[in-house]
């Protein structure tokens, strides 16, 4: 018991110290963190009337562009290329998406929205509409905007190697 009292002491002596920005950056990040679980945990409920998952939404929502291959959309929404080959390849088997030529690239089909997938979009949408005009009626377009903008210059920041760090 000792030990390990020596060794939470030693952790706390050698914590390095944040700034205060470094706090609040820190806050925003676990925030965020916790934002992003309570959205997948809404969207999955919106999207299940349909029978989809948030995941399966977001292939469905970029196959509605029906110019992108997997290895884009993956990129687009910030996953692995083999998670979304996953989703891909069984809401093909489900005929949701199709796989068309691509021609830029010869392998890497690209994945369109067939009708059926269209119309399951199409029941998610109607009652994302609502949730987010219901949440969205709580803050101003001028806060809302802010806040995105913060979130979008924290991810060029972070896909750009930025760390911040020394």
Do not use: C
Not at 70 to 79: M, P
């Amino acid at each position: 018991m000792n030990e390990i009292q020596n060794r939470q002491h030693v952790v706390k002596r050698n914590r390095p110290k944040r700034t205060m920005e470094g706090d609040a950056f820190s806050a925003f990040a676990i925030t965020a963190l916790r934002l992003a679980g309570h959205l997948t945990a809404a969207g999955d409920q919106l999207a299940k009337p349909a029978g989809q998952t948030s995941a399966r939404w977001q292939v469905l929502a970029a196959a509605r562009r029906g110019d992108m291959s997997v290895a884009q959309i993956a990129r687009t929404l910030g996953l692995a290329r083999q998670g979304v080959q996953r989703l891909a390849d069984v809401l093909q088997g489900e005929g949701l998406i199709a796989y068309a030529d691509n021609p830029q690239h010869q392998r890497a089909k690209l994945v369109r929205l067939t009708t059926e997938g269209a119309d399951r979009l199409a029941v998610i949408e109607v009652s994302q509409a609502g949730w987010a005009n219901g949440l969205g009626a709580a803050f101003t377009s001028a806060e809302l905007d802010a806040a995105r903008a913060v979130m979008a210059r924290v991810m060029e920041m972070l896909e750009g190697g930025e760390t911040g760090g020394d």
